[in-house]
C-alpha cells in the first residue's frame, strides 16, 4: 500500500511560480513510476508529467514545468515556472508500477492541491 499527500498549491499571479510535494509513505518509493495530473472544474483529469528512470511532460508544460524526485526523502516535486491561468486547476500526485500518461493506469492517488494563476 502507498499512501500520497500534496502539499504547496495557492493562488499565484501569472508569470509566478510555485512548487508542489508530494510526500510518499507505504512501499518502496524508487521502485514506482509517479506523475502529477491535474483536474480543472468540468473538465476530465489530465496528464502532466511523470517520472521513473526518464521524464515526460506534456505539451502544455513543457518548458515551464520540472518533475523531480527525492528518494532520500520519499518526495516528489513539480517546479511550476512562468504560470498562466489555463493552469489553474486541482494537481494530483500518483504512483504506479507502470510509467503512463493515462490517469487511469495509476492505482494510488494523493487528495489533491488547488492552483490557481490570477490574470
Known amino acids: 500500500q502507498v499512501q500520497l499527500a500534496e502539499s504547496g498549491g495557492g493562488l499565484v499571479q501569472a508569470g509566478g511560480s510555485l512548487r508542489l510535494s508530494c510526500a510518499v509513505s507505504?512501499?518502496?518509493?524508487?521502485?514506482?513510476?509517479m506523475g502529477w495530473f491535474r483536474q480543472a472544474p468540468g473538465k476530465e483529469r489530465e496528464f502532466v508529467a511523470a517520472?521513473?528512470?526518464?521524464?515526460m511532460y506534456a505539451d502544455s508544460v513543457r518548458g515551464r514545468f520540472t518533475i523531480s524526485r527525492d528518494s532520500a526523502k520519499n518526495t516528489l516535486y513539480l517546479q511550476m515556472n512562468s504560470l498562466k491561468p489555463e493552469d489553474t486547476a486541482v494537481y494530483y500526485c500518483?504512483?504506479?508500477?507502470?510509467?503512463?500518461?493515462?490517469?487511469?493506469?495509476?492505482?494510488?492517488w494523493g487528495q489533491g492541491t488547488q492552483v490557481t494563476v490570477s490574470s
Open positions: 500518483a504512483a504506479d508500477q507502470f510509467y503512463s500518461r493515462d490517469y487511469r493506469e495509476y492505482d494510488y
Open positions: 507505504g512501499r518502496a518509493f524508487s521502485s514506482y513510476a
Open positions: 517520472i521513473r528512470w526518464s521524464t
